[in-house]
């Protein structure tokens, strides 16, 4: 029991570091020479790729992110961990991914991370959180409908007999998605209380601090 205590905390602690290997950075330091965190959303995380650096270069990045939780996932299932371990640390790798030591604790949002975990547990979380951000980028604002995703996702798992874990990840999951929106890599609320309260209902459900969703991501360094 000691040495399965012992080898969970080690997968963890292993998917929090892989989870903070921030490629989408390094994808635009190396190809473009930019700080990622200046530009658009000032997010770490594949959609900035698309918008300020290359927009093939969005596939690789988003697979690395994808399978920085798949492979501690998968590995504690291997190693018989159980599904608990598993999913906390693929789980694990998305606060990395969100909060990476590399970078002082600045970057995405992890929802591809978020897909690597339910990948190996739910196969068909897949294609079910796809058809919501698809829906999304159609209607010009994906940052609603992959809340909507997130929380609709147990009921869809539930009719097709998924696992039970589903539903406490997914709670989990939508309890970091708020968290990191709102925190915004440590970008302040405004000081005055009706500012205050509007740009915290923006971030919560849009992911921004403006209406014009648009003129968000395509902001650059002043």
Do not use: C
Request: aromatic residues 14%.
């Amino acid at each position: 029991m000691t040495d399965q205590i012992i080898a969970s905390i080690g997968l963890i602690l292993f998917g929090y570091l892989l989870g903070s290997v921030p490629s989408a950075y390094l994808t635009g330091k190396w190809l473009k020479g930019v700080d990622l965190r200046q530009y658009g959303s000032g997010t770490v995380s594949g959609s900035m790729v698309y918008e300020h650096v290359a927009r093939w270069a969005v596939v690789p990045v988003g697979l690395f992110d994808l399978f920085k939780a798949t492979i501690p996932t998968w590995l504690g299932l291997q190693f018989g961990l159980g599904e608990t371990s598993a999913a906390i640390a693929g789980l694990a790798a998305a606060v990395g991914h969100n909060w990476p030591i590399y970078l002082r604790f600045t970057g995405g949002r992890g929802l591809s991370t978020f897909l690597g975990m339910w990948l190996v547990f739910f196969p068909w979380s897949f294609p079910w959180m796809l058809a919501f951000l698809a829906l999304g980028w159609i209607l010009g604002d994906s940052a609603p409908f992959a809340l909507a995703g997130i929380v609709s996702l147990p009921v869809f798992s539930h009719f097709m007999d998924g696992p039970s874990l589903i539903l406490p990840t997914s709670a989990v999951v939508l309890i970091i998605t708020l968290i990191k929106r709102i925190e915004a890599n440590h970008r302040p609320l405004p000081q005055t209380g009706l500012d205050r309260r509007r740009v915290f209902l923006l971030r919560a459900f849009f992911d921004r601090d403006i209406l014009d969703h648009q003129a968000w991501i395509r902001r650059e360094p002043e």
